[in-house]
């Protein structure tokens, strides 16, 4: 059998975005502090899981999706929360998987999904479809019989051009045709856009931190109307068009995040994280000795409290911040 070729056009427009697009990488590869600020690693890591879930109709507001990850108790849905531990875990995976992996797809899948969904971490063996709002079917998938040689084929293409078609587009036309053949039976849309993440960060890191699913979420409609278009039109042309205009926008507001990083307080939390070591207590005074300061106050007002703030320092007595036994330790 021939090896399927994804349908597309390559359009002015798609030309017109991707030189928009590596202008920008070219600009925020210029802000060091974006590899080098934690804080900021973090909160578009967040960003990107809550969107992410919420286009799915995951109802925890992004402090609450902030609160489980950093371990504290947070009241809602258990299905919701355990989608957040879930998403949290999978998004942790990216550097170590490979993205043109089938078994990695599905290693994935099982952890985005687990508890969650019964067949986590396999294809599909029912029939699926998309509904609209008036739950008119809008989309009939592939039958089920079909989906293990249609996604073998759509990464077999992807193996065989990821040196030939530019990864922008690559990994757009990859999200479509994903989502076209739908081989999960459920947590497709949470995996896909997990994967083009995945498959952009192995040829630019920055794509691993940028928050691409807050930009999705916010034109949702027009996500999915892309999407059900390009079902219509028999290829994925405009799809790409809308991914490309969603990372050029992404791009553009981490141009500006990142250009006005470097405040006072963000200093001094990367200059409390340099001295600490993940999930190793330190007490007030041997952090102080490492920072080089001498007021308790400092530390705790200018450090410690800013940090703790933000999600990445913790307190090894959360209950009695005060204790005379505390110690604290980089999450």
Known sequence: MDLYEPPYTITN??????SSIMEKIGKLDSYTNFNKMPVLRRNSRIK???SSLAIEANSLSLGQVK???AGRTVIGPQKEIQDVKNAYNAYEMI???DAYSIKD???VHGVMTYLTVNDSGKFRKGNEGVFDEKGNCIHFCPPPEQVDELMKQLFAWMKKNNEKIHPLILSSV???EFVFIHPFSDGNGRTVRLWQNIILSKWKGLFEYLPLESIIHKYQNDYYKSINNCNQNGNSTEFVEFMLKMIDEVLAETIKTSSVTITEIGININKLLDVMEYNVPLTANEIMNKLGIKSKETLRS???DPAV???VVALTIPDKPTSKNQMYYKI
Do not use: Q
Request: aromatic share 14%; glycine share 4%; net charge positive.
């Open 13 to 18: 427009k798609i030309l017109d975005y991707v």
């Open 48 to 50: 990107s899981i809550h």
């Open 174 to 176: 990859f999200h479509y």
């Open 95 to 97: 550097n170590s998987v």
């Open 309 to 311: 703030k933000e999600g």
């Open 302 to 304: 200018v450090y410690l």
């Open 67 to 69: 609160d489980v990850i």
């Open 105 to 107: 797809l599905k290693k």
